[in-house]
Nanobody
């Protein structure tokens, strides 16, 4: 089993910044990728950004150039720096980790952290 602990959500004004963190813990688990998804009310959950163990990254078009994902492999932690926030970034942000444990591929989700951007 892998546990994910998210932090850093909250309230920001448009144009402001927030930084999310997600720390993974668990034994006998090799991380292949970590990422952030978000879900706004009435909408489907969508990918925001992902980083692989090889440090390859990809971003949603809506956040590219404003958000930066990074990772600390020693701490099994992923960060999402969110700059130039917009009201449409308001959502619950979920951390996701994909890796190999007892099964060839396992996926775990965090509990979610609310990000609210006011205009």
């Amino acid at each position: 089993q892998v546990q994910l602990v998210e932090s850093g959500g909250g309230l920001a004004q448009a144009g402001g910044s927030l930084r999310l963190s997600c720390a993974a813990s668990g034994s006998a688990f090799s991380i292949n990728a970590m990422g952030w998804y978000r879900q706004a009310p009435g909408k489907e959950r969508e990918l925001v950004a992902q980083i692989t163990s090889g440090l390859s990254t990809n971003y949603a078009d809506s956040v590219r150039g404003r958000f930066t994902i990074s990772g600390d492999s020693a701490k099994n932690t992923v960060y999402l720096q969110m700059n130039s926030l917009k009201p449409e970034d308001t959502a619950v942000y979920y951390c996701k980790v994909r890796g190999r444990g007892r099964r060839l591929e396992e996926i775990y989700w965090g509990q979610g952290t609310q990000v609210t951007v006011s205009s």
